[in-house]
């Protein structure tokens, strides 16, 4: 007989036990670990305030695109990709309340200055990163 569901998606009924069986333990499985299962590794968060300062007397640099870019590792699937994208204000200084830790990429783009790029690691709960800019070499 053909295996159907029940109204509890962990749960598959057939009439024939022994293909049925491995069902059930997945679905036991999936109720022991939660929806999202044991595959899913839990990255610890921390806070990160990047100062953006540029030129000879260190001025902060208020509207500044921050970018910060980071892998978030998957093993079933490919590697997600993903980018926190911040501004600064007048202090020059952008706050990240859940940066993960680990190797991230910060950026740093910015109207009239040269643009920043540099890898970090992130490993205390609140950290903070100091970012000069420096001005573009003037065209001809």
């Known amino acids: 007989m053909f295996p159907y569901e029940t109204a509890n998606p962990n749960v598959l009924v057939s009439s024939d036990r022994g293909a049925c069986l491995g069902w059930e333990l997945v ?21 990160v305030t990047i100062e953006v300062s540029g030129g000879e007397q260190g001025a902060p640099v208020e509207n500044a695109s921050v970018y910060l870019k980071y892998v978030e590792e998957r093993k079933l699937k490919k590697d997600k990709k ?23 990429l ?3 783009v910015a109207e009239g200055w040269k643009t920043y790029g540099r890898w ?9 990163i100091k970012v000069r800019l420096e001005k573009p070499p003037r065209w001809y």
Request: aromatic share 4%; charged share 30%; glycine share 8%.
């Open 106 to 108: 910060v950026q740093v």
């Open 120 to 128: 970090y690691d992130i490993t205390e709960t609140k950290q903070t």
């Open 27 to 47: 679905g036991a499985e999936r109720a022991r670990f939660g929806r999202q299962g044991a595959h899913r590794k839990v990255r610890s968060v921390s806070r």
């Open 82 to 104: 993903v980018e926190l994208n911040v501004k600064t204000n007048r202090d020059g200084t952008a706050h990240i309340p859940e940066a993960p830790t680990g190797r991230v």
